[in-house]
């Protein structure tokens, strides 16, 4: 497991992290978001120890990380860190090598990687001869190359394709299976899909972190209901609702007051229905409320 503990990085006057403390749990994914300059990159490169914090640590499993730690963990820099003149699979060797890999086991995990992503036949063109959707799934392959410990990715979705974000997808989910990883995201709707754990970013500092149904489930108590052909209008004229949206037989609630049974056996009375759901909001709308 990955602490991050009271992480804090300055520039002059400027405090640009500010106290940041999550963890990292083998086996779940944590999404890291955060608006522009929210300081996902400056925390991600303080965990690698690329950067120095000005106050703060992180530990490994409950110990102060050490630099052998974060040599095993699989990093994709927001500067990415291949080699644009060097063949590829030459690359994804060569790095495997650099972590203790001998010569058959670097090929042919080299092999396996560029398969994943139907990547075999650009084995040896630079990496600059390759669309920027497969430069990313090289800078990839040469983050999981050694079979790390743990990952830690800055944006490994941006610029991407579906068809590519899914490719994606499939080889993290089943090669970081049972490791801590972490990656930082502008894609919610991604992030949503992905992150078992959450940390929001917001100028520096950590303003919600969790479990993403944690996160889903706090506020308010919010119900779709959908009625059989009828308008839904009248449901603005029940007490202890607050109506958010009407569109024909399909309104919106947020319980202010009466119970979701009382809410269900009103509904139910009125007519024929379709749906009475609970509607949690999505991660954009949660992003928006926390980092207003
Ligand atoms: N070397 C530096 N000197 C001064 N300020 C810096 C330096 N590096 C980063 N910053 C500032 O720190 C803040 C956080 O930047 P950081 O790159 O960590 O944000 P981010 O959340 O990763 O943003 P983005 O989503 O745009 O990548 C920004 O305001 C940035 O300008």
């Given amino acids: 497991m990955i602490d991050v503990q009271n992480l804090t990085r300055t520039y002059g006057d400027t405090t640009v992290v500010d106290d940041v403390s999550f963890s990292v749990q083998p086996g779940r994914t944590t999404g890291f978001v955060g608006a522009n300059g929210a300081g996902k990159t400056t925390?991600?490169?303080?965990?690698?120890?690329?950067?120095?914090?000005s106050a703060g640590t992180v530990l490994w499993n409950g110990d102060p990380i050490t630099a052998e730690?974060?040599?095993?963990?699989?990093?994709?820099?927001?500067?990415?860190?291949?080699?644009?003149r060097a063949p590829i699979a030459e690359q994804l060797v060569y790095f495997a090598r650099l972590h203790g890999l001998s010569r058959a086991q670097a090929s042919a995990r080299t092999e396996e990687l560029l398969s994943h992503f139907s990547l075999v036949d650009r084995a040896d063109d630079i990496l600059d001869a390759l669309s920027l959707g497969n430069q990313q799934r090289v800078q990839i392959a040469a983050a999981l190359v050694h079979e790390p410990r743990a990952l830690v990715l800055d944006e490994p979705f941006s610029g991407l394709d579906p068809v590519a974000v899914d490719s994606m997808v499939d080889l993290l989910t089943r090669e970081a299976a049972g490791l801590p990883l972490l990656f930082s995201s502008h894609q919610l709707d991604l992030v949503e899909r992905l992150c078992d754990d959450l940390v929001i970013l917001s100028a520096g500092r950590v303003?919600?972190?969790?479990?993403?149904?944690?996160?889903?489930?706090?506020g308010a108590d919010r119900y779709r209901?959908?009625?059989?052909?009828?308008?839904?209008?009248?449901?603005?004229?029940?007490?202890?609702?607050?109506?958010?949206?009407?569109?024909?037989?399909?309104?919106?609630?947020?319980?202010?007051?009466?119970?979701?049974?009382?809410?269900?056996r009103l509904v139910v009375d009125h007519g024929p229905v379709v749906e009475i759901a609970r509607a949690r909001p999505p991660l954009s709308e949660i992003f928006r409320e926390v980092t207003r």
């Fill in 225 to 264: 209901i959908e009625m059989q052909g009828a308008d839904a209008a009248w449901l603005r004229d029940v007490q202890g609702l607050q109506v958010l949206d009407v569109d024909g037989p399909v309104a919106l609630v947020d319980l202010d007051g009466i119970d979701a049974a009382a809410l269900s």
């Fill in 69 to 84: 730690v974060r040599r095993s963990f699989g990093y994709m820099p927001e500067e990415r860190g291949l080699y644009p």
């Fill in 207 to 218: 303003v919600a972190a969790g479990p993403v149904e944690d996160l889903r489930s706090r």
């Fill in 43 to 53: 925390t991600m490169r303080m965990i690698m120890g690329v950067l120095a914090p």
